[in-house]
């Protein structure tokens, strides 16, 4: 059987309960339209009228012949003309427009579709949808970047309207202070449009793009397209069409020396290089183990001061006895920065010894921010710090050892993971929650933490299965009266952090509000948060995206671990799936502080607001293989979905 392809978006225009004539007319229709794609494999576009309905089919300028035509009739059979009406796109509605990566089908009632372009007006439904990535304006390059990609979509724009039989172009561009960077650029009317409403159609288009595709602090996206029922455009740093001898070339480098010549002076800079990158290594080396030593010194006084009966210094012997001298036997993982390994102390208590690595420059600081954090925090879901090592310029932290290890590790292991049934996840999510609230409403007094780094390989078990928040490394704390988020470093794990953290380096509670609600999902699902759950033309949905379609079609069982074999209690599923939405919402605003997330998970009578769309909604995880590593940062590109003005 064949697999439907998910859209990229759909929309339904006036819901209007279809009577049977249009219903009717609608289905000869598209059985008119694959007839006249199928009659000729050459074609990549058909338009037709049945009654009061008009309807057409389009494929990308690249994407024709045999491929288009089979790809257009899959589409149809499987969203259209299908039997079955609980698989039809839009049943209430005459007006339906389907959009995909390579191609595209849409329906009109009343010939709205067929008539003439009349302004951005008539290009509706149209979408938009951008790249995660983006120029920084701090870097002084986003402008440059928006005018290259504006110059780019214009001549691209004129070539398709003008001199191209399809009304179809594509375009690149060199940019960057040795041109060596290049941008891809497409524009496509529809064919039986005049010329020049197409170039006024994509004129349209190109005036909305420093709208949509820069941001409010002048961060401009990397890529993005915006789709419409009469013309379309795209941009993007990756080559995204098949490029032939029309493709238009901008800036294009101009070649003045020899290949051999290119070649000598290449090898001969990167020697001059790597020698002076090697003698400014070991200059910056000296100072900063000059600087450390200074350091440690200070810390040791101020790790002196923290500490109390809970905490201990301990002697650098006793860890490297206790560890079998760090031995590979003994290592658990790599931890924010170095690896912790099991311990056995004298009197018989099992430890987790996390040792800096000595090449890192960024651990120093988070060692002790860690200290700072952890030494007077007492919670039954926080992991307890028994204390640390700061001798023979080695630091390590010393913690009580969970025999469980993490989730993260859990859920990779399939013995393992039978052991968290249905009433150890929930468990384990109100434990998580309840460690939230202590961090943000009670650790200390007149102050809040952000942990900032909430995900699945910082939750440890116990021998119980009881869940415990570790690694502080890079947290903040503050004052209980600065409630005003603060700009900062972007730092933590991809897939995890905050839409607003992103993309203003705003940090507030909300931050670790929403990368409970990631965990959550993680922890119902099974699936992880930066693993492709959809792959189609290399698009794949992201968890967030796939949580929200399976709450909005009520098909709640969609999204539960199969480990689980069906045993948990739907009410309580439903419940935590709204929680997790109204966590991930885009705005922080919107999303529940985590004293009400652990009141609406502990008590069933609280009643649950309707989340808005997630965050990251529509997002492409860019290569579905690439997406399936661990949670330590996976990049990703994301579509924001929304109507065009």
């Not at 080695?394 to 290890?405: A, G, K």
Request: hydrophobic share 40%.
């Amino acid at each position: 059987m064949t697999t439907r392809v998910k859209p990229l978006y759909y929309d339904c225009g006036c819901f209007n309960a279809a009577n049977d004539s249009n219903y009717g007319n609608r289905m000869s229709l598209a059985s008119k339209l694959m007839e006249n794609i199928s009659a000729s494999h050459d074609n990549f576009f058909a338009s037709y009228t049945v009654g009061s309905v008009f309807g057409f089919v389009l494929c990308r300028g690249d994407y024709n012949g045999s491929n288009c035509a089979d790809r257009l009739n899959q589409t149809i059979k499987d969203y259209i003309s299908v039997t079955d009406t609980n698989q039809i796109i839009c049943p209430s509605s005459m007006d339906v427009t389907i959009y995909y990566d390579q191609h595209m089908v849409s329906f009109f009632s009343s010939g709205g579709g067929g008539e003439e372009y009349k302004g951005l007006g008539s290009n509706v439904p149209a979408w938009v949808a951008s790249n995660m990535n983006y120029v920084m304006n701090s870097t002084g390059a986003a402008g440059f970047y928006g005018e290259r990609v504006l110059e780019l979509l214009n001549k691209t724009a004129s070539y398709a309207a003008s001199n191209s039989s399809k009304l179809y172009a594509t375009g690149k561009s060199w940019f960057g202070e040795a041109g060596v960077s290049i941008m891809y650029g497409l524009a496509q009317c529809r064919p039986d449009m005049r010329r020049d409403h197409c170039q006024q159609c994509l004129n349209d288009l190109i005036l909305k793009v420093p709208e949509k595709f820069t941001t409010p602090a002048g961060d401009h996206c990397v890529g993005g397209r915006i789709l419409g029922v009469w013309c379309n455009l795209r941009f993007e740093t990756e080559l995204f069409f098949e490029v032939t001898q029309e493709t238009r070339k901008l800036h294009k480098p101009k070649s003045q020396l020899s290949k051999v010549n290119i070649t000598l002076i290449t090898i001969a800079g990167f020697v001059v290089f790597v020698l002076c990158l090697n003698l400014i290594g070991a200059i910056i080396q000296r100072i900063r183990d000059r600087k450390l030593q200074r350091e440690l010194g200070e810390w040791h006084n101020e790790v002196m001061r923290e500490i109390d009966s809970r905490f201990s210094l301990y002697h650098f012997t006793m860890i490297r006895d206790a560890t079998g001298n760090f031995s590979e036997e003994n290592e658990l993982g790599f931890g924010s920065f170095g690896f912790v390994y099991r311990g056995i102390l004298p009197d018989g208590l099992e430890i987790a010894v996390k040792r800096l690595d000595a090449s890192s420059w960024q651990g120093s600081t988070e060692f002790l921010n860690e200290i700072k954090l952890i030494v007077k925090l007492q919670h039954a879901n926080l992991v307890r710090l028994l204390g640390c090592c700061l001798q023979r310029n080695e630091m390590i932290l010393v913690y009580e050892y969970l025999p469980n290890r993490s989730l993260d590790y859990v859920f990779s292991d399939p013995a393992s993971r039978d052991s968290l049934n249905w009433s150890t996840r929930l468990r384990i999510i109100d434990g998580i929650a309840q460690g939230l609230v202590y961090l943000h409403n009670f650790s200390e007094p007149q102050k809040f933490i952000v942990h900032r780094d909430m995900k699945l390989s910082n939750i440890l078990l116990d021998s119980e299965m009881n869940p415990k928040i570790s690694d502080f490394g890079i947290s903040r704390i503050y004052d209980l009266g600065a409630i005003e988020p603060e700009p900062t470093d972007v730092v933590g794990t991809r897939g995890y952090m905050a839409p607003e953290y992103m993309r203003e380096r705003i940090l507030s509670v909300k931050y670790d509000v929403f990368s409970f609600g990631v965990l959550l999902l993680e922890i119902i699902s099974g699936r992880r948060v930066n693993v492709a759950v959809f792959t189609d033309y290399g698009r794949s949905d992201h968890l967030l995206t796939h949580a929200w379609h399976i709450w909005r079609g009520e098909k709640y069982n969609q999204l539960v671990d199969p480990s689980l074999r069906g045993v948990y209690q739907m009410l309580e599923l439903r419940r935590r799936i709204q929680i997790a939405l109204l966590c991930i919402q885009e705005n922080p605003d919107a999303r529940p502080h985590m004293r009400e997330v652990s009141t609406m998970l502990s008590n069933n009578d609280v009643s649950l607001p309707i989340p808005q769309p997630p965050a990251y909604f529509n997002l492409q995880l860019g290569n579905a293989e690439a997406s399936a590593s661990n949670d330590n940062g996976t990049v990703f590109h994301t579509a924001r979905a929304h109507q065009v003005p």
